[in-house]
């Protein structure tokens, strides 16, 4: 079992900044891929970024790629997402989740989820 609680959203202008947190429960953290998900109102969760459970894969959607970055602090049992060029098209609630075996970008396929919080971004 992981619990997984997100953090680092808020409301920026186009082009800003934000580093988006994912901080995990137990000592297991390395033992799962972790991926990033988004959701609009009216829109199905779609995937972001996603992480091997040692950080050295990760692969991005089309739309952010260049643009954020995933990475995880196995030592701090925590999951960022460093978003830079924000755009109006960004805004969404940012899901966190974990699977205990290789990454993958389909939601589903993820066992564990965290609450999400709230990224907007205002033009």
């Known amino acids: 079992q992981v619990t997984l609680v997100e953090s680092g959203g808020g409301l920026v202008q186009a082009g800003d900044s934000l580093r988006l947190s994912c901080a995990a429960s137990g000592r297991t953290f390395s033992s799962y891929a972790m991926g990033w998900f988004r959701q609009a109102p009216g829109k199905k969760r779609e995937f972001v970024a996603a992480i091997s459970l040692g950080g050295g894969t990760s692969y991005y959607a089309d739309s952010v790629k260049g643009r954020f970055t995933i990475s995880r602090d196995n030592a701090k049992n925590t999951l960022y997402l460093q978003m830079n060029s924000l755009k109006p098209e960004d805004t969404a609630i940012y899901y966190c989740?974990?699977?205990?075996?290789?990454?993958?970008?389909?939601?589903?396929?993820?066992?564990?989820w965290g609450q999400g919080t709230q990224v907007t971004v205002s033009s």
């Open positions: 989740g974990a699977r205990r075996t290789s990454l993958t970008t389909y939601a589903e396929n993820y066992d564990y």
